[in-house]
């Protein structure tokens, strides 16, 4: 039953020689290390692209508060045409205006993907306060704040900036993967490279096995030739002793 047992646990015969699990498990530590770190950077990478987006978004939402401050006199899409006037524009980033939950103009020609979701402008004319959100997918990613202006009857109207950070997203986990390809390629290139240079310092244990199945009774004078100064040089040594 035990050797039954030991027999099912045991190694495949492929990976039962101590040389070929050693490199495996170094192969497979080395690879499981890079990913972690690649996942690790990933999160402090799309971390850093937020801040940025939320950042970049602030800047122009205040700026947008205060012009409404300055120029509380006049009509809504007037202060919407002003501010995209003397609008900026900046990589990536874009302003939309809606009146009366209605697409009223925005910095520059709407997405596809806004384009195609009518909803999300719904949803934007909606809000009463202040509102921010992160849109995360394996397709897009992008950051929003919307600013609602609000009257005793409800939301006049609604200002959104929004700063897409897809391209940025898409091509640095993109040089993540290739990275950790490159590695896996490359781990296994010193793998094969390292499996054969190491069957040198590991001869003197094949050497003691095939003597002492030599060894009979009869014939104790047979020695392994050991060379080097390491450890396994000195269990040979002893053997001969």
């Given at each position: 039953?035990?050797?039954a047992i030991r027999k099912l646990v045991s190694w495949p015969a492929p990976f039962r020689n101590v040389r070929t699990r050693f490199l495996v498990w170094y192969f497979l530590l080395t690879v499981a290390t890079t990913a972690s770190v690649l996942l690790v950077t990933r999160h402090i990478y799309c971390s850093r692209l937020d801040a940025k987006a939320e950042a970049s978004l602030v800047e122009e939402?205040?700026?947008f508060q205060r012009m409404t401050i300055q120029t509380s006199d006049i009509e809504v899409d007037e202060l919407f045409d002003q501010f995209l006037t003397d609008y900026v524009p900046v990589q990536n980033e874009m302003v939309v205006t809606v009146i009366d939950g209605q697409f009223h103009k925005a910095s520059q020609p709407l997405p596809d993907w806004l384009q195609n979701n009518p909803d999300l402008i719904a949803q934007w004319a909606g809000f009463r306060?202040?509102?921010r959100q992160q849109v995360a997918n394996p397709d897009q990613r992008f950051f929003y704040i919307v600013e609602p202006l609000t009257t005793d009857e409800g939301v006049q109207a609604t200002f959104v900036a929004i700063f897409d950070s897809t391209e940025a997203y898409q091509a640095g986990?993109?040089?993540m993967k290739l990275v950790l390809l490159?590695?896996?390629g490359v781990l296994g290139g010193f793998s094969i490279v390292a499996w054969i240079t190491a069957g040198r310092p590991l001869r003197p244990l094949q050497l003691i096995n095939q003597?002492?199945?030599n060894i009979?009774?009869?014939d104790m004078t047979r020695r392994i030739v050991a060379e080097g100064d390491d450890e396994i040089t000195a269990v040979a040594t002893?053997?001969?002793a």
């Open positions: 039953m035990k050797k939402v205040e700026r306060t202040q509102h986990t993109g040089a490159v590695s896996i003597t002492a199945r009979t009774e009869s002893t053997f001969n």
